[in-house]
């Protein structure tokens, strides 16, 4: 086990150079704790925010903040609104943190959002298997971007071969 999350540490360092060890070692307990791929998790991560923890996106445009205390100042003016948007690494929709009672802010931390997202991966794999279609779920229910999203999922897995 040790010898496999030193190769993909390995290949996620050289991969993307600005993913901190606090991802990868939040990645890995993800990845345990759900029996999800680290590779899958690290691949929608950057499809999703390129590894910015301060990632926002509002309506589908992209934001990105330098501290966290300017994406919660965001997060707090766009939660009084009722614009659809998505939180930090795994850009989770307010959606799901309405639905679980969670404060939207948590989504700026590391490990909460990592966990988090791979929670709602791990459950769309449970509702529709281990395919390509429940990857794209994670992403949406509409079956073209289902399928453009999955794509990007795999060209970046490729990557981290």
Known sequence: MLVIFLAIMVSVKVYAKSVSDEIID???????????PSELILAIIDVESG??????????????FES???AIKKVKELG?????FDIGLTQINRWWFEKYGYSYEFGLNV??????????LAYE???????????G???????RRKQEYALKVWERMKRLK
């Open 125 to 135: 794999i449970n509702r529709n298997g281990y395919n390509w279609d429940a990857i």
């Open 80 to 84: 009084s609104s009722k614009k659809s």
């Open 137 to 143: 779920k994670y992403h949406s229910k509409k079956e």
């Open 111 to 120: 490990c909460f959002n990592i966990n988090f997202g791979t929670y709602i």
């Open 51 to 64: 590894f910015h923890p301060y990632a926002l996106n509002v309506a589908g445009k992209s934001m990105f």
């Open 26 to 36: 939040c990645v890995m307990k993800a990845s345990k704790r759900y029996s999800v």
């Open 68 to 70: 966290e205390e300017e």
